[in-house]
């Protein structure tokens, strides 16, 4: 079954350095999206991405963050300056389309990204 | 888009059907209901979805009431790896919209599974 692939699983980074996370979506899937789970607390969504451009973001998706599909199979999530409060798991997913029938989003396995 | 309400937590015996309910009464009539379930800080995992009429897929049974205002997602047979928490979605098509894409998530229900 395909899948959404993500890496790395586990990375730990000293604040204020860069971050790239990496995602292989399922391969005709269209739709890219980012989310972070802040341990013990909700999923969140970050961002959404089609066409080679951002879609939606929501007020966490600041000038900090940027993503990327760099060539047809990756889609990355960079930040820039980490914080402490970057410390998150961080989800990749990816839908076919959308339509009205609906639209189901596939989610990677997550990148947990320690900040210290 | 709607606004859900779940319990926080409930238990089940292996083997018995988890009847897992959510309140959505401010439900739009273009407004699809989700369910989606997260075990121990794994990615969500898609369950089922369904606009008005009831579904069934390998996982699971979703059953809308007809008013629209609440559901219920079954899991006909327990079994101690379906201990998770399981998050009820409600989503707008917006056509051609972002929003579409955007699940939003709240706290969800924790099913703990018992032998």
């Known amino acids: 079954e395909p899948e959404v692939t993500q890496t790395p699983s586990h990375q730990v980074t000293q604040m204020g350095q860069e971050v790239i996370l990496r995602c292989v979506p399922i391969s005709n899937h269209l739709y890219f999206y980012w989310y972070r789970q802040i341990l013990g607390q909700k999923v969140e969504f970050l961002v959404s991405?089609?066409?080679?451009?951002?879609?939606?973001k929501s007020e966490i998706f600041d000038d900090q963050f940027s993503v990327e599909r760099p060539d047809g199979s990756n889609f990355t999530l960079k930040i820039r300056s980490t914080k402490l409060e970057d410390s998150a798991m961080y989800f990749c997913?990816?839908?076919?389309?959308?339509?009205?029938?609906?639209?189901?989003?596939?989610f990677g396995e997550g990148s947990w990204l320690t900040v210290v | 888009d709607a606004k859900t309400t779940q319990p926080p937590s409930m238990d089940c015996a292996e083997g018995r059907a988890a009847n897992l309910p959510c309140n959505h009464s401010t439900i739009s009539g273009n407004e699809y209901v989700y369910w989606y379930r997260q075990i121990h800080s794994q990615g969500p995992q898609y369950i089922i979805h369904?606009?008005?009429n009831n579904e069934t897929n390998e996982m699971a049974s979703l059953i809308i009431t007809e008013d629209r205002k609440s559901s219920t997602l079954i899991l006909p047979h327990a079994t101690l790896r379906d201990t998770a928490v399981y998050y009820c979605?409600?989503?707008?098509?917006?056509?051609?919209?972002?929003?579409?894409?955007?699940?939003?998530f709240g706290q969800g229900t924790i099913l703990t599974v018992h032998p």
């Open positions: 997913a990816s839908s076919y389309r959308l339509r009205r029938s609906g639209n189901t989003i596939y």
């Open positions: 979605i409600v989503r707008a098509p917006t056509a051609g919209g972002t929003s579409y894409g955007k699940l939003t």
């Open positions: 369904g606009l008005k």
């Open positions: 991405f089609y066409n080679n451009e951002i879609s939606e």
